[in-house]
């Protein structure tokens, strides 16, 4: 019954930055972990960024240049999205790390101009 809806995402130049923002509904839900999680055109779906107990971690093609992170109440999980490159383009979801398989939302499309 968790449907996950993300927001933030659009159209930016080469360089320019972007926030994602992801939220539950349908019932009362707590990140207590999360995962942001991108699939480009004719691409699987592959994980880009974490947030656990443990800390949080990434894919080696965004260290340095993105961070996942939640608020206090932990029900909303950002990603923050710098020096963008045209290989960021894709859509963009969030869920619960690890992935549970009927959470997925319709996710968020980032598309990054060269």
């Known amino acids: 019954q968790v449907q996950f809806v993300e927001s933030g995402g659009g159209l930016v130049q080469t360089g320019g930055s972007l926030r994602l923002s992801c939220t539950a509904s349908g019932t009362i839900f707590r990140f207590y972990s999360a995962g942001w999680y991108r699939q480009a055109p004719g691409k699987q779906r592959e994980l880009v960024a974490a947030i656990t107990s443990g800390g949080t971690n990434y894919v080696d093609s965004v260290k340095g240049r993105f961070t996942i992170s939640r608020d206090n109440a932990m029900n909303t999980v950002y990603l923050q999205m710098n020096s963008l490159n045209p290989e960021d383009t894709a859509v963009y979801y969030c869920?619960?790390?690890?992935?549970?398989?009927?959470?997925w939302g319709q996710g968020t499309q980032v598309t990054v101009s060269s």
């Open positions: 869920n619960k790390y690890p992935s549970v398989e009927y959470f």
